[in-house]
């Protein structure tokens, strides 16, 4: 995909410039070879005026590789009052573990984080909507992530329904956290051959059908280890943690539109964005929406429409 082609498509969602003069809440952006989505995110990033922003880009698996890998780079120009500090690797680590040890990075110097993959291309109101959650759950250890994507794309409509609902799941496409919940991350998902952890997560999901997708899920990654996010998810289960997913889908995947990514695996894919709107209406009680969770695993394997 061109350049022209990239801004084309989602030119529409890039925001108008905040009027309060920054982001407080620092940013991470992970970028790699598409300097065609890197640049829209950036721009989408650019208008936030984040105060700290993190960029964590990876090294060219290839001699091939080596200009685009540049050229994404040269993406960030940073034109606005900002700290920015530019992690470059000059080998390819691998999408697990230069995300994982950058977010490793990131929660040793901060607290907290909104964090972009270079092809989720978020609606402006994500911004707002997660330094919201995060002050308000800041204190509250049942909640260990907030997510941008709605998988089907709005839950429970009508004025009075809840701006966010809570889940077991949540997607890696725009998402943030605190510290305190980081901390439990492990990359290598030791405790899933623990004999008491498939008992324990059938326990805390409440149904077969999600705790089969997400046991099978959870063996090809413990054997194969190349993501971090399922390993991310499965910490969040040990705890029983919970992920604030809002009324409205707040980011938009770009990456199976063209160009070197990989097709689109799922129907959620490059699904349109709402904006979120202000103030939020919370919901009664922090407690799981199982009726969503049993939706947004059939909506991933193309069992619901």
């Known amino acids: 995909m061109r350049h022209t082609e990239?801004?084309?498509?989602?030119?529409?969602?890039?925001?108008?410039?905040?009027?309060?003069?920054?982001?407080?809440?620092?940013?991470?952006?992970?970028?790699?070879?598409?300097?065609?989505?890197?640049?829209?995110?950036?721009?989408?990033?650019?208008?936030?005026?984040?105060?700290?922003?993190?960029?964590?880009?990876?090294?060219?698996?290839?001699?091939?590789?080596?200009?685009?890998?540049?050229?994404?780079?040269?993406?960030?120009?940073v034109d606005w009052p900002c700290d920015l500090t530019m992690d470059v690797s000059e080998v390819n680590l691998g999408c697990r573990a230069r995300s994982a040890s950058g977010f490793d990075r990131v929660f040793a110097e901060t607290e907290t984080a909104i964090l972009l993959d270079d092809d989720c291309v978020p609606d402006p109101t994500f911004f707002r909507f997660c330094e919201?959650?995060?002050?308000?759950?800041?204190?509250?250890?049942?909640?260990?992530?907030?997510?941008?994507?709605?998988?089907?794309g709005r839950w429970r409509r009508g004025w009075r329904s809840p701006s966010y609902h809570f889940s077991n799941f949540g997607s890696p496409w725009g998402w943030a956290t605190w510290r305190r919940a980081w901390e439990h991350f492990d990359v290598t998902m030791q405790a899933w051959k623990h004999p008491t952890t498939k008992p324990w997560l059938q326990e805390?999901?409440?149904?077969?059908?999600?705790?089969?997708?997400?046991?099978?899920?959870?063996?090809?990654?413990?054997?194969?280890r190349h993501s971090w996010?399922?390993?991310?998810?499965?910490?969040?289960?040990?705890?029983?943690?919970?992920?604030?997913?809002?009324?409205?889908?707040?980011?938009?995947?770009?990456?199976?539109?063209?160009?070197?990514?990989?097709?689109?695996?799922?129907?959620?894919?490059?699904m349109p964005t709402s904006p979120m709107a202000f103030p939020l209406r919370h919901p009664a009680a922090v407690t799981v929406d199982r009726a969503y969770d049993l939706r947004h695993v059939r909506r991933i394997v193309g069992g619901f429409k």
């Open 204 to 224: 805390v999901l409440g149904n077969d059908e999600m705790y089969q997708f997400q046991a099978m899920r959870f063996d090809v990654v413990y054997g194969n």
């Open 6 to 77: 990239a801004k084309a498509a989602v030119s529409f969602m890039i925001p108008h410039k905040l009027e309060n003069g920054g982001l407080d809440t620092p940013v991470v952006l992970l970028i790699f070879n598409r300097p065609d989505f890197a640049e829209v995110v950036f721009r989408a990033i650019a208008q936030a005026k984040p105060k700290r922003l993190y960029v964590f880009a990876d090294g060219p698996r290839t001699p091939e590789e080596v200009a685009v890998c540049a050229e994404t780079r040269a993406v960030i120009k």
């Open 132 to 152: 919201e959650m995060l002050d308000r759950y800041r204190g509250d250890g049942r909640v260990m992530s907030i997510t941008g994507a709605n998988y089907l």
């Open 229 to 270: 996010d399922v390993a991310w998810l499965f910490t969040k289960l040990l705890d029983a943690g919970l992920t604030i997913v809002p009324a409205v889908n707040l980011i938009r995947n770009i990456g199976c539109l063209g160009g070197n990514s990989l097709p689109a695996t799922h129907a959620v894919a490059n």
